[in-house]
């Protein structure tokens, strides 16, 4: 089964409802609308041999209104051992996705974490409840809003996590004010250091 066979199935089936048709490091990649998510999933299954749920997550576009979250599916076919991926997009504001516990007992703790993680409310799931952070917790960690530091922290080193500075990107050393980079110094100065 070849990546192309696979694209020209979908296609038969489902027509230009499947978009955005890529094949990244060799990996059959498209998009389909979210209301189909579970139609595709059921015909890779029983036509095309896609009996394994690799993965499922999600991704948080902040800047594409109306499709700011996208639920990615990998599935994996054993047999002819070809993987392929596909990705749903829905809106923030009603993250509503249908489940694909029905399909992939696999898919329970996946969509649980997905749901923790990124508020993707999986219609269907038996049990879509917080699985690894507190349920107290009013907001999704890994959506892209908030900043990923405290900008106002004084206790590290910019220079040490490669992010500018006077040096560059941690290949020269700081010493007392003088900037000495790495490869001219002697090995006098670098046994110092240690």
Do not use: C
Not at 13 to 18: I, M, Q, R, V
Not at 59 to 73: F, I, Q
Not at 127 to 139: A, F, G, H, P, Q
Not at 156 to 174: A, C, I, L, W
């Amino acid at each position: 089964m070849t990546n192309e066979t696979i694209q020209q199935l979908l296609t038969q089936k489902f027509g230009e409802e499947l978009t955005a048709w890529q094949e990244p490091y060799g990996m059959l990649t498209f998009t389909a609308p979210k209301e189909l998510n579970l139609k595709v999933m059921q015909f890779l299954f029983e036509e095309t041999g896609f009996k394994f749920l690799t993965d499922l997550q999600a991704v948080h576009y902040p800047d594409d209104k109306g499709a700011e979250l996208a639920v990615v599916y990998h599935l994996h076919n054993l047999v002819d051992n070809v993987r392929i991926r596909f990705k749903v997009f829905t809106d923030i504001a009603q993250p509503d996705v249908y489940s694909a516990t029905a399909i992939f007992a696999g898919a329970n703790w996946m969509e649980r974490e997905t749901y923790d993680f990124y508020g993707v409310n999986f219609v269907g799931h038996p049990n879509l409840i917080r699985v690894l952070n507190v349920d107290e917790m009013d907001y999704f960690p890994m959506r892209k809003e908030f900043p990923l530091e405290d900008q106002t922290r004084i206790d590290k080193d910019d220079e040490m996590f490669g992010r500018g500075g006077v040096s560059g990107f941690g290949t020269e050393k700081v010493s007392h004010g003088d900037t000495i980079a790495e490869e001219e110094k002697t090995a006098t100065e670098r046994e110092n250091e240690i």
